[in-house]
């Protein structure tokens, strides 16, 4: 599952995006392998948090451009276990404030 989106309150504290993280872990069902790592970037035009979490079945991560209006992220969970696009959405929207998404789903399972 690849999402870019626009959000109001982009993620910029790094334990934030790790709980961030590992609260969605939880609510997708499935378990950490490696716990969340996050970071600031301060590279001009690529500023903003980058972060990921390693899962027992894949990864996730998401790097955030805060410094653009709206701010963007470019996020990820790529894992061969089912998951609900709806839960990831709201996940990002109650955190961050969702303006729009466009999203894409890559079937493991299929291959």
């Given amino acids: 599952m690849l ?9 910029i504290d790094v334990e934030k995006t790790n709980e961030w993280f590992h609260e969605l ?16 970037v301060t590279k001009e035009g690529n500023e ?7 899962l027992c079945t894949s990864h996730s991560s998401i790097h955030v451009w805060d410094q653009e209006l709206p701010a ?11 998951f609900d696009l709806a839960t990831i ?19 493991r399972n299929s291959v």
């Fill in 3 to 11: 999402i870019r989106a626009h959000v109001k309150r982009p993620l």
């Fill in 25 to 40: 872990v939880r609510k997708v069902g499935m378990q950490i392998a490696v716990p969340a790592k996050s970071s600031y």
């Fill in 48 to 54: 903003g948090i980058t972060g990921s979490v390693n």
């Fill in 72 to 82: 963007k992220i470019e996020f990820d969970l790529y894992s061969c276990s089912d």
């Fill in 89 to 107: 959405l709201e996940h990002i929207d109650s955190e961050m404030g969702l303006i729009r998404y466009h999203s894409m789903t890559v079937d």
